[in-house]
């Protein structure tokens, strides 16, 4: 692979630092660190621009679930590309791939879920539900149901809407975001639950949260709740068992729309298309999904709403009345022709079943890291797991920023040819869903040893 690479790293580097910006990048370090460049890749490694082999469990971010180097998605995008790569999706005009798309998502859809409004990526789908959930309100003569309840640690998106909704800490600083009709919940992290506290306990208490708040808010005024079903990027907070499905009721008993953001969870990263009903027995009013849908290829965001919301709009609806939200490229042509070819591949290589069957073995696996001095939780389920460290194991203290543990195990992985993401002081792995056990140990061993690594660099430098 290394041998037909024609890349000048210092070039690309140079390049970089003076004309791309990235997101999330730590602007006070951008000029002095080397970015990490990645240039080609395959199956479940990539190669950065130097030719060095990586194992890739970050999954692009989350989302290469089919894996990388698929001919057959690849052929499809090019084909429609050269059939029609574009056309309006405005007003009543449709493409093929994008109506058999949307025809064939919802057969793997929970309960009415039948109706698919295509965007551009996570961030718009999530938009687009709230969106759609004022547009609804607002058409059936109930416009004080403007308030949203969503959770801390949250990830929703980064349009100006869908950071308010969102709940890191770490991402809100410096940024100006609505906050009238918006209300953050604790995050429901059994790991930071009060001492002594059982499980149900915990599960009664968040559930008790939500419902608190709608009656403090009055129902008539509440008009969604927000929830991954996991929260994925405020660092694989898995809700105590039933909390899911206890919330969903709660919603449907104050008549507040529920919806489930499966950005993350979708697409086999839990075992199946939607985890929302084969996972936590849910059936939300609306579901989003994004990255695994096109399994990163090229950008595809969807809007899943039941027929219940959606019918009684077109079945209401005078002449002249329209939801006005839309994207020039909603329902892409290629990216529906890419979505396609990925569920094929979904359905015909059963990935579902084979995370089902190794995402208990990867969990256990990473379990293990559990006796390191430094690592206070490893959590996560199936395709989607964390570590958590500590600067103080006993009383689960969060590492001082400065220490940069995230970043100092990521690159001490990288040496040794895995990718991992860090999150401040967590680690996040979701790697594509097409790895295998052996490829599962390595990724825990370079992790494991990297943990250890860190772990005497700190002591000896007197930080730990
Ligand atoms: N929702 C969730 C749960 C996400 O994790 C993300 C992205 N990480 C988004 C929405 C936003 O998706 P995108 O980055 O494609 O806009």
Known sequence: MSSNFAFDAI??????RDHLIHPWVDLGTVKEREPLIVAQAEGAYVYNVHGKKLLDGIGGMWCVNAGYGRDEIADAMAAQARRMAYFSPFGQIGNPPAIEFAHRLTQHTPGDLKHVFFTTGGSTAVDSALRFVSFFNNFHGRPKKKHII?????????????????????????MDLETGFIHHLPAPNPYRRPEGMTMEAFCDAKVKDLEDKILELGPDNVACFIAEPLLASGGVIVPPEGYQKRTREVCRQYDVIYISDEVVTGF???????ASKNVFDIEPDIITSAKGLTSGYVPLGAMIVSDRLYSTLTDKAGRGQIFANGYTYSAHPVSCAAGMANLDIFEREDI??????VGPYFREQLGTLIDLDMVGDVRGSHFMVCVECTADKEKKTVPPAEWEVGRRIFEKCQEKGLLARPMGHLVVLSPPLIVNRGQIDDAVSIL?????????????????
């Open 448 to 464: 494991r040893q990297s943990i250890v690594e860190v772990t005497g660099d700190l002591a000896r430098e007197g930080l730990r």
């Open 268 to 274: 086999g990263r839990l075992g199946h298309i939607f």
């Open 352 to 357: 579902c079943g084979h995370v089902r069957k």
């Open 150 to 174: 969503t959770r801390e640690y949250a990830y929703h998106g980064s349009t100006y809407l869908t950071a308010s909704v969102s709940g890191k800490p770490a991402d809100r600083g410096n």
């Open 11 to 16: 070039d690309l580097a140079t390049k970089d």
